[in-house]
């Protein structure tokens, strides 16, 4: 760009200041939302795709004639940025090169992030310069982050009501957690990992002499199918007290085992290649052998694999690459279950068929999800198994395993790895006193589900994904002990996680440039019932302000569409459902959504 056309830009630019600020008219309104920016870096090409395409669809119903308004503010809530802020406290080199190489943050700048609200502040200010160069149509007269008093404020009005209604309450609870944050962590708290779910795995316990080797299993019904246990010959197994028993488990395990509501000590060490051709009793069906097998992940729960070939691909190709070599030939599977379409032996029937190498076929892992799927749908134990259903028989068999033979229940991740974005690995940990939403509420969902039916979702194929997410949606850890946000306004020593505090600040949108003027101090939750539920109470402050915002809330609310992408489907897109049909009324809850897909780079 020439100095010429430089200035020509940057006078042109000047004309448009303030040509965006929406206010209310006479005309028939738009309103249209976008996921805020979380500014603890510079931005990138994907910002510019998020945030361009709802500008092109404001620009449109302005030239259409409504008065449109399209805010943006920012989400600075949460551990990253603390987390990045001690990195650069202590001269951490690839954090320091990041800002300095990659971010152009001035060293003067720089020098003062060890403030995590002066990393927020300054790119902040960043995001705002570059999206008024781009010249994105946006009301900046909206803008504000979400640690600030006002902002705060609303977000403890949102949660008493949540709180009254039923939604918010303490339990014990498995949660992704940071163990050098000492903090539960949500997706946005994570570097890698976001995706991954907590799975509810059975332990199993064989006995080893006067130990136990907890096998953990997502399919306890197949306990009576078990032919043999697989260890990892290459690796050195923990002995530990466990609750007062001793376990043989992975070292890996032990830290996890650790976390999750059992008093563990260490006593000593064992290798696996002593454990090899070792027996074990079987808590059902008596002895069965120990037999190597180096895929053993000692990551993976416990480190210890009880097999089940006839039903797991898995442990059939294990055998049956041992029994070619001429080993463990007297080992047969024992068929539990029968499936439609498969014969006595579903694994090996499905792995034959497959014509499934070894174990490292990439095919494998569908074959095995394909096999499991089929054997919960159709599935039926044999009538000597107890007859019944493999969705039922799964219960009761891990209740009786619980009861009367010492079985535990284990957290694991079902993708690894998982890790803070302070750089440390993240474990599932259970909870106590923790303060949680309760999503599994059955009535809650229906309110949702009725109201997804009402509202106009782009692309039409996402609404599916959205009765997918209510269908499947838990309890929801919503409280951290470390990290910036508005504390929980009935037991300070919690902080509102980020995926709780940015549920319903687009009504906070329609009143934000108007709640400055008035002290924090005063914003009582009678303020706000009156603001958004038209709610009177005595010895209401401010009351001309307060008027003008109800009025202007009026006017912009509900929001028309709001803009965000597709993976945050399984978590804010739907959270924010939720909290919508808890405090507002019908006809103030949201009208549309649309989802973007997602971009490729180089086909990928």
Known sequence: MTEETQAMENAVRKQWDGVFIATPSEKKKFYLTVAYPYPSGAMHVGHGRTYIIPDVIARFWRMRGREVLYPMAFHVTGAPVIGISKRIARRDESALKLYREVYKVPEDTLETFVDPLNIVNYFSNEYERVMTRAGLSIDWSRRFTTVEPSYSKFIEWQWYHLRDAGHVNKGAHPVRYCPQCENPVGDHDLLEGDKAEIQKFTLIMF??????????????????????????????????????????????????????????????TIPGSELVDKVVIHPLCGEVPIMPAVFVDPDMATGLVMSVPAHAPYDYIALRDLQQKGQY??????????????????????????????????????????????????????????????????????????????????????????????????????????WFLEYSDEAWKQQVRDHLDDMELVPQEIKAEFFRTVDWLKDWACSRRIGLGTRMPWDPEWLIEPLSDSTVYMAYYTIASRIKCIEPSLLTPEVFDYIFLGKESEGLPERKRLDDMRKEFLYWYPYDFRFSAKDLISNHLTFQLFHHCTIFPKECLPNGMVVFGMGLLNGA
């Not at 019904?221 to 376990?247: F, H, Q």
């Not at 159709?378 to 009538?383: N, P, V």
């Not at 010492?406 to 006193?433: N, Q, W």
Request: proline share 5%.
């Open 329 to 434: 030939t007297g080992i047969k599977p024992v068929g539990l279950i029968k499936v439609d379409g498969y014969g006595e032996f579903p694994a090996v029937e499905a792995v034959e068929k497959a014509d499934i190498i070894n174990q490292d076929d990439p095919n494998l892992v569908e074959l095995t999800q394909s096999v499991y799927n089929a054997e919960h749908a159709t599935g039926k134990m044999y009538e000597q198994y107890g007859g019944k259903p493999v969705r039922i028989a799964r219960e009761e068999i891990a209740e009786t395993l619980t009861a009367e033979h010492h079985s535990a229940i284990m957290y694991e991740f079902d993708t690894r790895p998982v890790v803070c974005r302070c750089g440390s690995r993240a474990f599932v940990k259970v909870l106590h006193d923790q």
């Open 207 to 268: 006995r080893y002499g006067d130990a136990y080797m907890p096998c953990a299993t997502l399919r306890p019904e197949t306990i009576y199918g078990v032919t043999n246990l697989w260890v990892n010959p290459t690796i050195t197994y923990v002995r530990a007290l466990v609750d007062g028993k001793e376990w043989i488990l992975s070292r890996e395990g032990v830290e996890k085992i650790g976390l999750q509501d059992h008093e563990v000590t260490e006593i000593g």
